[in-house]
């Protein structure tokens, strides 16, 4: 098992936080907290949920939004997910801080359902 395959590989950092699970999601994988996913994982690298208020402290660390590029138009798509400061992981008591400001986001972020036919 490759580390990036393994599902417990964040455990430790999200111990003052709480449980975390991890499902594939598009090519990356999501983080979950219960059935809420505050954040994604691509190339190692975590993204949470932000928000206008919760997203400043990301920018004031100069970290950057979660791009990719729309194969159907060649559009460069930017969302609203961040990459954790690079100190936080290696901050679990902190970072704990930040994933309940991004599970906050998630929980007051109305999902969008699948049209049933």
Known sequence: ???ASDPRRFDDLFAEFGPI??????G??????????????????I???T????????????CAPFSFLKRSTGETIVTGW???PDRLYDDPEELA???????KVATATP????KTP
Do not use: S
């Not at 928000?51 to 660390?61: I, S, V």
């Open 51 to 62: 928000d206008e208020k919760t997203r400043k402290p990301f920018l004031a660390e100069r």
């Open 21 to 26: 699970r991890l499902k594939r999601f598009f």
């Open 47 to 49: 993204y949470f949920k």
């Open 1 to 3: 098992m490759t580390p």
């Open 82 to 84: 961040y990459a954790l």
């Open 97 to 103: 801080r930040w994933a309940r400001a991004a599970l």
């Open 28 to 45: 990356g994988e999501g983080i979950y907290a219960g059935e809420t996913m505050i954040g994604m994982v691509f190339d190692d690298r």
């Open 111 to 114: 999902t969008k359902r699948r």
